[in-house]
C-alpha cells in the first residue's frame, strides 16, 4: 500500500505589526510664542502680553500627548489586524492538515476495510499497479507539505516574532496521521500479551486486505488467539507448535508479523520493532530511517478481526477467489441447497448440510419457536440469515412475514432487510422506535384473535379455502440485551410462545448466553434448538440439552448442532448468503399488489392538517394520537367537559400558540390579551360572570414575568378562581414554556396536560413527562398527550380569514377634557400634563397645585380658591399629600384622575389599600376612581410631549 506524496501547500505569514513612530518635543514650536509675548510685553508695557508666552509649552506638550494617544491608537489596531490573521492562518493551516491527513489516512481505511464495504470491490487484492504493499503500526507525528512563505516585513517586536515562529512549528508537524513501514521487513510486537495480539491483529487485518488470496498462503500457529485467521480465504498452513509468529508466503516473498513479551525473543527476522505500553502508547525501537519515534497504536478486537475475516472470506468468493486448500473446509454454497416443501401449511427449508446433504428444518412442524444460542464469532447472524432467506425463497410474503429485532446496532439484517417478505427491522439505536414496536406486538395478538374468531377457525391451519393470513416470524438477535433493557418483555414473548401456534405467530429467538435467560415459559414452547459454538457446557446444554455445542471448533463460524423435537443434536453446517442470493430471492418472490399486512402502524407525520382528523360528538380534535398498544392511530380531542382546564408546556416552536389557533378556530373562545393591563381586565371581566365560553392564554408565564412585583400575586389569584369556575360550564386552555414557582398552584387545577418538545430532558421531566417520551428532535406539535404520543394539527392558514388569535379587548375609555367636568388630576408631570390637557380642549381654568401653595394647603373646598365650579386641579402626589384636607374633602365629588404613578401614590393620595390594575402606557393612561369608589384604567390624553 502506498501513495504518491501530497502536492506541497503555500500559506504566506502575516505581516508583524507596525511599531508607532515616536514624537520629539516641537522646540522651536514651544519657543517662539514665548519671544513674541516678551517682544510685546516691551512695546506695550502690558503685563497682560505675557499671558502669551504660556500658549508655547502648552501646545507643545498637547501636541506630544496627542501624537503618543495617535500612535497607541495606531499599535492597537495592528495587533488587531495581526491577531484576526494569526486566527485565519492557523484555520487555513488546519485546513491543509486535515485534508492532507485524509489522504494518508484514507488508503489505510479502505485496505483496513469499513461496515459498508462492498463485497465485490474489483480494487479489492489488486497489487498490479501500486509501487509496493504498506501497512500502518499506528498513529504519529510527521512531517506536514505545507510550505511557510515569510512576509515582506520582518517581525518588530519579540511578541509577533514568537507567536510567527509558533505558527511556523505548527506548520511543520502533522499529527495523527499513519506509520507506515513495508510488512516485507518482518514486524515484531513486543510488550503485554493482550496488547501485542490486538496490534497484531490490526497490522494482519490490513495484510489480509492488502495480499490476494490466490498469491499468499497463510501460516497460522496453534491456539486461540490465532483461530480467527483461519477464517480468511487465503489458503492455511499449519505452522509448528509453539511458534510465535504468522507468516504470509507466496513464490517470491515472505511477509512476518511476530509477537513477544519482549523484543528480545523476537525472531532476528523481524527488522521493524514495535513496543506497545500501557494504554495506546507505543514506541518504534527498531525501523530503518525512524527508530525511537513515539506513536499511538492501533488495535483490533477479536470479534471485530472474525467479523472482518467473513466478510473477506465472501468478498473472495463473490469474486471466485476462495482457498486452494488447507485445513477447514468451506461452508455449503446457499445457491446450491434445494428450497424446501412450498406448502402453505409449512415453512420447510434448507439453509445447510448435515455430514454434506441438504438440512431440513421447518419451525411450523419442529417448532413452533426456536431458540438460536452462540458465542461471539460463532456464525449467529449469517445463521439467521440463511435461516430468513430460506423461508423467503420457499414462501412469497402472502405466506410469511419477517419482522426483525436487532439489538446489536442493526447491522445482523442489513444484508436482507430489503426483501419484499420484511415488514419491519426494530433496532436499540432508536430506543422510542423500538419501543413502539414491540407494544404493537400484543395488539396483534388481539387482531389475529379477532380474526380467525370471525372466520369461525380454532387456528391459522382452519381457516375457510380463500381466506389468508401470513404467519408472522419475529427474529430477535441479541434477546438478552433486549429483555435487559426492557424486563417487563419477558411476559409478552411468553404470550407470543404460548399462543403463537395458533395464531401463526412464531419466534426465534437467538442469544449469546442461553442460560438464565430465555424463561422457562418460553423455552417450553421452543421445540427447535440451534447452537453454534458457546463458551461453557452450560449454556449448551440450556440449547440443545448436551454439551457438545461448547465442543464445536473456534475459527468456523456457521458450525453448528440441531436438536428437533427433544432428539439427540446432529451437527450442520450453515450455508453463507451472497447478495446475489438475496436479489434472486426477492426477484423470484415480488410482493405483489397487495403489501403484506404490518404489526404496527407507521410513524406519526410531521405535519397533519386539520381536515385530515375525524370529528366526534365531543370536544375539538386537535391532533393524531398515536396507539401502537391498538395497532392504530386516532384523532385527539380536548373536551373541556370532560378533560378539564388544559395546560400546554412547550419550548420555542414547539407548536403552543399554533394549537391555540386550532381550538379558537374550532370553538366559541375568549383569548386573553399579551398586553398586561388587558389581562388583568380580561381576567376581571371573567370573574364578573361573562357567558361560558373555553378561554384561552398563550404565553401565561410571560405574562405573569412582565407583571410588575406587587400585581403578580393578585393576578394569579384572579386566575385560580378563573380555573375553579369550570363547573359553570367554562373550560381554561393555558401554554407555557415552564412551569415557575408562581403558577404551580395554577398547574395544579389543569387536569389535562399537554407536553410538546422541551429543550433538555430534566425541563421535560419536570413538566410531568415520561422519560421515554423525551424527543430533542421532535418536529413542532410533536408531544405527549395522556400517556400517549400526539402529532398536534396544523392551524389552516387563509390569509382572507381573521386571526383566530385575536385578543379578547375593549377599547379604553378615553377622558374628554372638552366637557367641562371638574376632575382632580395626580400626575408625577403636571406641568407637561396641563399643557398636553389645554391642547385637548380643556376650556375651563386648570390650578396648578403646589407643596408651597399655602392658600391651597387651607383649603377646604375648591371654591375657596377663587377658580371657577369646573376648574380641573393638577398636582404632583408630594403636592396631594401636602394638601390631604383639600384631597380628602373633593374625594367623595370629583373623580381623580392618576397619571404615570406607583400604586403606592395612589394609596397614599386616594386613602385606599385595594391594587390598582396594571398600565403599560404610562405615558397616556391611567386610573380614574370616580365619587363612587370605583377604579378602572382610562386613556387619560393621546398626546403629552410638551406643547
Not at 381536515?611 to 373536551?639: N, T
Not at 372638552?818 to 403636571?830: E, I, L, N, Q, Y
Request: proline share 8%; glycine share 10%.
Amino acid at each position: 500500500m502506498s501513495s504518491s506524496p501530497p502536492e506541497a501547500r503555500g500559506i504566506t505569514l502575516p505581516l508583524a505589526p507596525e511599531s508607532p513612530q515616536r514624537h520629539a518635543l516641537p522646540l522651536v514650536a514651544t519657543v517662539a510664542p514665548v519671544v513674541v509675548s516678551l517682544g510685546m510685553w516691551a512695546i506695550t508695557g502690558s503685563p497682560y502680553a505675557l499671558a502669551f508666552a504660556v500658549l508655547g509649552p502648552v501646545i507643545a506638550v498637547a501636541s506630544l500627548v496627542d501624537g503618543r494617544l495617535h500612535g497607541h491608537r495606531h499599535a492597537k489596531r495592528e495587533w488587531k489586524r495581526f491577531d484576526e490573521q494569526v486566527a485565519s492562518t492557523r484555520s487555513l493551516i488546519d485546513e491543509f492538515h486535515a485534508e492532507e491527513r485524509a489522504r494518508l489516512v484514507a488508503e489505510v481505511d479502505r485496505i483496513r476495510g469499513a461496515p459498508d464495504d462492498a463485497p465485490g470491490d474489483p480494487e479489492r487484492w489488486r497489487l498490479d499497479d501500486r509501487p509496493g504493499v504498506r501497512v500502518s503500526l499506528g498513529l504519529r507525528v510527521g512531517a506536514s507539505s505545507v510550505r511557510i512563505a515569510e512576509a515582506p516585513a520582518s517581525p518588530a517586536s519579540s511578541a509577533a516574532a514568537e507567536r510567527l515562529a509558533e505558527l511556523r512549528a505548527y506548520a511543520a508537524d502533522l499529527a495523527d496521521i499513519p506509520l507506515l513501514v513495508d510488512p516485507f521487513l518482518g514486524i515484531g510486537v513486543c510488550g503485554p500479551s493482550a496488547l501485542v495480539n490486538a496490534a497484531a491483529r490490526e497490522i494482519l487485518l490490513q495484510l489480509a486486505g492488502s495480499l490476494p488470496p490466490q498469491e499468499f498462503s497463510l501460516a497460522v500457529p496453534p491456539g486461540p488467539a490465532w483461530q480467527w485467521l483461519r477464517s480468511l480465504p487465503h489458503r492455511v498452513l499449519d505452522a509448528p507448535a509453539g511458534a510465535n509468529r504468522v507468516e504470509w508466503i507466496s513464490d517470491l516473498r515472505t511477509a512476518l508479523v511476530a509477537v513477544a513479551t519482549g523484543a528480545t525473543a523476537l525472531p532476528a527476522e523481524c527488522r521493524v520493532v514495535l513496543e506497545v505500553r500501557a494504554g495506546t502508547t507505543a514506541r518504534l525501537l527498531r525501523c530503518p530511517g525512524v527508530e525511537g519515534q513515539p506513536i499511538v497504536a492501533v488495535f483490533a478486537s477479536g470479534e471485530a478481526a472474525l467479523e472482518r475475516a467473513l466478510f473477506l472470506a465472501a468478498a473472495a468468493g463473490a469474486r471466485g477467489l476462495g482457498r486452494a486448500g488447507g485445513s477447514d473446509a468451506p461452508g455449503p454454497v446457499f445457491a446450491a441447497l434445494p428450497v424446501g416443501s412450498t406448502a402453505e401449511t409449512s415453512l420447510e427449508c434448507v439453509f445447510g448440510t448435515s455430514e454434506g446433504e441438504p438440512f431440513a428444518v421447518d419451525l411450523v412442524a419442529h417448532g413452533p419457536h426456536a431458540v438460536v444460542g452462540g458465542t461471539t464469532g460463532s456464525g449467529k447472524s449469517e445463521l439467521l440469515q440463511s435461516w430468513i432467506l430460506a423461508m423467503a425463497a420457499a414462501h412469497g410474503p402472502a405466506e410469511v412475514t419477517f419482522l426483525l429485532v436487532d439489538f446489536k446496532g442493526g447491522a445482523s439484517f442489513a444484508a436482507i432487510a430489503g426483501l419484499p417478505h420484511v415488514v419491519g427491522v426494530v433496532t436499540d439505536l432508536d430506543e422510542r422506535v423500538a419501543a413502539r414496536a414491540i407494544l404493537s406486538l400484543g395488539a396483534e395478538i388481539r387482531f389475529r384473535e379477532a380474526f380467525l374468531a370471525g372466520l369461525g377457525a380454532r387456528d391459522i391451519g382452519g381457516m375457510p379455502p380463500g381466506k389468508t393470513l401470513a404467519r408472522l416470524v419475529i427474529v430477535v438477535d441479541e434477546f438478552a440485551a433486549m429483555v435487559v433493557d426492557r424486563p417487563e418483555l419477558h411476559a409478552l414473548f411468553a404470550d407470543l410462545a404460548a399462543r403463537g401456534r395458533s395464531l401463526g405467530i412464531h419466534l426465534i429467538l437467538c442469544t449469546q448466553r442461553p442460560a438464565g435467560v430465555v424463561r422457562d415459559a418460553v423455552l417450553a414452547n421452543a421445540r427447535l434448538r440451534i447452537s453454534l459454538r458457546v463458551n461453557n457446557a452450560a449454556d449448551s446444554v440450556a440449547v440443545v440439552g448436551s454439551a457438545v455445542a461448547a465442543a464445536l471448533p473456534a475459527g468456523r463460524p456457521g458450525a453448528a448442532v440441531v436438536s428437533l423435537d427433544g432428539e439427540a443434536a446432529r451437527p450442520i453446517r450453515v450455508a453463507l448468503v451472497t447478495g446475489d442470493d438475496v436479489r434472486r430471492v426477492a426477484a423470484a418472490r415480488p410482493r405483489g399488489d397487495i403489501a403484506p399486512r404490518r404489526p404496527w402502524c407507521d410513524d406519526l407525520p410531521a405535519v397533519v392538517p386539520v381536515s385530515a382528523l375525524s370529528v366526534g360528538p365531543k370536544g375539538v380534535p386537535i391532533g393524531l394520537l398515536d396507539l401502537p398498544s391498538e395497532q392504530r392511530q386516532a384523532s385527539a380531542a380536548y373536551d373541556p367537559v370532560d378533560q378539564g382546564n388544559l395546560l400546554v408546556v412547550g419550548g420555542h416552536r414547539s407548536g403552543k400558540s399554533n394549537l391555540v389557533r386550532v381550538l379558537a378556530s374550532a370553538a366559541v373562545v375568549r383569548v386573553m390579551p399579551a398586553s398586561i393591563d388587558e389581562a388583568w381586565e380580561f381576567l376581571e371581566r371573567e370573574l364578573a360572570g361573562r357567558p361560558p365560553a373555553l378561554v384561552v392564554v398563550d404565553d401565561l408565564d410571560s405574562i405573569v414575568a412582565r407583571l410588575p412585583d406587587e400585581h403578580q400575586q393578585p393576578f394569579v389569584d384572579m386566575l385560580l378562581a378563573v380555573l375553579r369556575s369550570g363547573s359553570s360550564g367554562r373550560g381554561v386552555a393555558l401554554t407555557v414554556r415552564r412551569i415557575p414557582a408562581a403558577l404551580h398552584g395554577v398547574a395544579e387545577l389543569c387536569d389535562s396536560r399537554l407536553i410538546l418538545r422541551l429543550p433538555g430532558r430534566q425541563d421535560h421531566l419536570m413538566a410531568g413527562g415520561e422519560a421515554a417520551g423525551f424527543d430533542p428532535t421532535a418536529p413542532p406539535g410533536r408531544g405527549e398527550w395522556f400517556g400517549n404520543r400526539v402529532q398536534l394539527a396544523l392551524a389552516p392558514a387563509d390569509p382572507l380569514e381573521p386571526d383566530p388569535l385575536e385578543p379578547d379587548s375593549v377599547e379604553v375609555e378615553r377622558v374628554d377634557w372638552s366637557d367641562g367636568t371638574r376632575r382632580a388630576v395626580v400626575s408625577t408631570t403636571p406641568e407637561a400634563f396641563e399643557q398636553a390637557m389645554r391642547r385637548a380642549g380643556h376650556p375651563e381654568p386648570v390650578l396648578q397645585l403646589r407643596a408651597g401653595d399655602a392658600s391651597a394647603l387651607a383649603a377646604p373646598t375648591v371654591e375657596v380658591t377663587g377658580v371657577g365650579a369646573h376648574a380641573v386641579i393638577v398636582g404632583d402626589p408630594d403636592a396631594w399629600q401636602a394638601a390631604w384636607g383639600l384631597a380628602s374633602s373633593i374625594r367623595g365629588s370629583v373623580s381623580f384622575l392618576f397619571h404615570a404613578c406607583t400604586p403606592a401614590e395612589f394609596r397614599a393620595v386616594s386613602g385606599q389599600r385595594r391594587l390598582p390594575p396594571p398600565i403599560v402606557r404610562r405615558s397616556t393612561d391611567g386610573w380614574l376612581l370616580a365619587p363612587d369608589g370605583s377604579l378602572r384604567r382610562v386613556r387619560a390624553l393621546d398626546d403629552l410631549e410638551p406643547g
